[in-house]
Each structure stands twice: as structure tokens, then as C-alpha cells.
């Protein structure tokens, strides 16, 4: 594609932002989960339930678990627009059922597992993101599509996984749950599940975790811990001077109170959102850096496997 059209559609992408964000602000809006025993089901198009949240000022007042009248696909999201749902948590989901789900003006946000209620709240204070996460619909694994690459790291090293390549292992596939702790080359700890008490849950090889992660637990056992050094390449890569873009303020709604340094949320020409930081502003432009904030380090990780299931 020219770059002057992928000019365009970053511009696009932004303003369409902004709206996202003001939506959840409002007063009250609705977000479904495929549901699942309390976890987000991985297969969008398969899922028998889903549960709805209720959220005024961006807290959950109510939820109820509703069938999918055993539609499928686009059918599903006539199913959540009929209850005037805004936001789709899930795991794996097709490239149509997305398009769908946008032109219902339904956010959607991919790649997500473990307990329902954590995901909302993570999306509700913004450490929930899009994985870009999508169905092959030839067994029980997912692959990763082509998608931002920044994703931060929030709660977890989870984040963002690139373009992973076919991952072999016997735990590829599975449900983990994982203690770690990073740290940068000077020893200094930049994250760590010990530290939050709660191991990390992830589908393996599913392309939810950066690729050295997913590749160092492919082939753990249950009780192993194994200490890696991650490249940038193995990470979250180098950083992309293509991923630096500046717009006009008057483009974007609400970015005149932005300010340099601040981390906000953009969305992709599906409505899926994705990490941006503040580089500069004058009056009448604003520059955003797409770049995760790992990009271009390298990383260490002492990872222990504590559940396979």
C-alpha cells in the first residue's frame, strides 16, 4: 500500500479513537463476554453464552449470562446490537465476524482469557488489550494476524506477540498459568507475577504472550523454572519510525488536553484498541509514538510453570 494511503487510514484509525474513548466515559454502556464456567471462551464463533455487563462511570452495576440462540458467526453480533452492547471481550475471533461486529459498532477485543469479571475490569481501567487475535477455525489453536504492534505490557509481559510462526511443543495449545519476573540487562525488575501474588494465565502458542515467552514454555514441565535471555527480535522488536505519526488537532476530538508523555488509546480499522504515547504538540499538531515501550530492549525472564491444564 502507498504510504499516502496508509496516511489516510492512520487518520482515519485516530478519529475513530477518540470517539471510542468518549463512549466509555458515558454515563452508561454495555460489554459482552463469550462466556464459559466464569472464563472467556476462546472461540467466538462456537460460544454458547455470553455474559453482559452493565457499566455506569466505568463500573460494573449489573450482569447477566444470556444464550447465543445458537447463531454463529455474524449472526452474533445482531445478538449483542439487539441488547445494544458496545464492546466485545473474547478470545479468538474471525476476520468476518470482526467486520461484523464493527459495523454494528460493537469495539471489539480479542485474545483475552481467564476469569470474565477480571477481563472487564482490566478493559475498564485500561490493561485489557487487543490482540489482534483470530481464528483459524482448524482445531483448538488460534493464529495471530497481522496487527499493531504495541501492546503494553500492563499487567503482564502478555501483551503483544507479532507474527508468530507455527510453535511446536506439548504444552502449545493448552491453558498455562505462570509465575515470572523480567528484568532489563542492569538487573532493574520491570515486572513480576510474585509480586501481584497471582501467576499468569495464557493460551500457549496461541500468540497472546511475546515470542520467546510462548516458545520458553512450549516444552516446560509442571514445577520448572528455566531463566531466558530475549532479544528485541524474540520480544516486542525494534522500534518503527513508521509507527511515529503526527496529526492535526482539530482531527481529534479531545486531544487538545492531551499531554506530552501521556499514554492513550488508539483503534485500528476494526475498532480494536492499541497503546500510543504523546511525543510532541504545538496548537495545532499532536505526535504519537506506536511503539511499545519494550521495543528495541532486551529482555530477561526467570519464568516458572505452575499449571498446564
Given at each position: 500500500?502507498?504510504?499516502?494511503?496508509?496516511?489516510?487510514?492512520?487518520?482515519r484509525?485516530?478519529?475513530q479513537?477518540?470517539?471510542?474513548?468518549?463512549?466509555?466515559?458515558?454515563?452508561?454502556?454495555?460489554?459482552?463476554?463469550?462466556?464459559?464456567?466464569?472464563?472467556?471462551?476462546?472461540?467466538?464463533?462456537?460460544?454458547?453464552?455470553?455474559?453482559?455487563y452493565?457499566?455506569?462511570?466505568?463500573?460494573v452495576?449489573?450482569?447477566?449470562?444470556?444464550?447465543?440462540?445458537?447463531?454463529?458467526?455474524?449472526?452474533?453480533?445482531?445478538?449483542?446490537?439487539?441488547?445494544?452492547?458496545?464492546?466485545?471481550?473474547?478470545?479468538?475471533?474471525?476476520?468476518?465476524?470482526i467486520?461484523?461486529?464493527?459495523?454494528?459498532?460493537?469495539?471489539?477485543?480479542?485474545?483475552?482469557?481467564?476469569?470474565t469479571?477480571?477481563?472487564?475490569?482490566?478493559?475498564?481501567?485500561?490493561?485489557?488489550?487487543?490482540?489482534?487475535?483470530?481464528?483459524?477455525?482448524?482445531?483448538?489453536?488460534?493464529?495471530?494476524?497481522?496487527?499493531?504492534?504495541?501492546?503494553?505490557c500492563?499487567?503482564?509481559?502478555?501483551?503483544?506477540?507479532?507474527?508468530?510462526?507455527?510453535?511446536?511443543?506439548?504444552?502449545v495449545?493448552?491453558?498455562?498459568?505462570?509465575?515470572?519476573?523480567?528484568?532489563?540487562?542492569?538487573?532493574?525488575?520491570?515486572?513480576?507475577?510474585?509480586d501481584?501474588?497471582?501467576?499468569?494465565?495464557?493460551?500457549?502458542?496461541?500468540?497472546?504472550?511475546?515470542k520467546?515467552?510462548?516458545?520458553?514454555?512450549?516444552?516446560?514441565?509442571?514445577?520448572?523454572?528455566?531463566?531466558?535471555?530475549?532479544?528485541?527480535?524474540?520480544?516486542?522488536?525494534?522500534?518503527?519510525?513508521?509507527?511515529?505519526?503526527?496529526?492535526?488537532?482539530?482531527?481529534?476530538?479531545?486531544?487538545?488536553?492531551?499531554?506530552?508523555?501521556?499514554?492513550?488509546?488508539?483503534?485500528?480499522?476494526?475498532?480494536?484498541?492499541?497503546?500510543?504515547?504523546v511525543?510532541?504538540?504545538?496548537e495545532?499538531?499532536?505526535?504519537f509514538?506506536?511503539?511499545?515501550?519494550?521495543?528495541?530492549?532486551?529482555?530477561?525472564?526467570?519464568?516458572?510453570?505452575?499449571?498446564?491444564?
Open positions: 500500500m502507498p504510504e499516502a494511503d496508509a496516511s489516510v487510514i492512520i487518520k484509525v485516530a478519529c479513537l477518540f470517539i471510542i474513548k468518549k463512549e466509555k466515559g458515558k454515563e452508561s454502556m454495555k460489554i459482552a463476554v463469550t462466556y464459559d464456567n466464569g472464563e472467556v471462551f476462546q472461540h467466538f464463533g462456537r460460544t454458547e453464552n455470553f455474559k453482559v452493565e457499566i455506569e462511570d466505568n463500573k452495576i449489573s450482569s447477566e449470562v444470556i444464550s447465543s440462540n445458537g447463531v454463529g458467526h455474524g449472526a452474533l453480533a445482531g445478538v449483542l446490537a439487539d441488547r445494544n452492547v458496545k464492546a466485545l471481550i473474547c478470545g479468538g475471533i474471525g476476520g468476518g465476524a467486520n461484523a461486529l464493527t459495523e454494528a459498532g460493537i469495539e471489539v477485543c480479542s485474545g483475552a482469557s481467564g476469569d469479571d477480571k477481563a472487564v475490569e482490566d478493559y475498564l481501567n485500561g490493561k485489557l488489550i487487543d490482540a489482534g487475535q483470530t481464528c483459524d477455525h482448524h482445531g483448538e489453536g488460534h493464529t495471530c494476524g497481522d496487527h499493531e504492534e504495541g501492546h503494553s500492563g499487567s503482564s509481559c502478555g501483551g503483544g506477540c507479532g507474527s508468530h510462526t507455527t510453535m511446536e511443543g506439548k504444552n495449545g493448552k491453558k498455562c498459568r505462570t509465575h515470572y519476573k523480567g528484568t532489563f540487562n542492569d538487573g532493574t525488575q520491570f515486572d513480576s507475577s510474585y501481584r501474588g497471582e501467576p499468569l494465565e495464557f493460551v500457549c502458542g496461541a500468540g497472546q504472550m511475546i520467546g515467552f510462548d516458545a520458553a514454555v512450549a516444552d516446560m514441565e509442571v514445577g520448572q523454572v528455566v531463566d531466558i535471555h530475549l532479544m528485541p527480535e524474540e520480544a516486542y522488536g525494534m522500534p518503527n519510525p513508521d509507527a511515529i505519526f503526527t496529526l492535526e488537532i482539530a482531527q481529534l476530538p479531545g486531544s487538545e488536553d492531551l499531554t506530552v508523555g501521556q499514554q492513550v488509546y488508539l483503534s485500528n480499522q476494526y475498532g480494536q484498541p492499541f497503546p500510543v504515547k511525543n510532541a504538540k504545538d495545532k499538531t499532536i505526535t509514538d506506536a511503539n511499545h515501550e519494550m521495543a528495541g530492549k532486551e529482555l530477561n525472564f526467570r519464568i516458572e510453570l505452575v499449571e498446564v491444564k
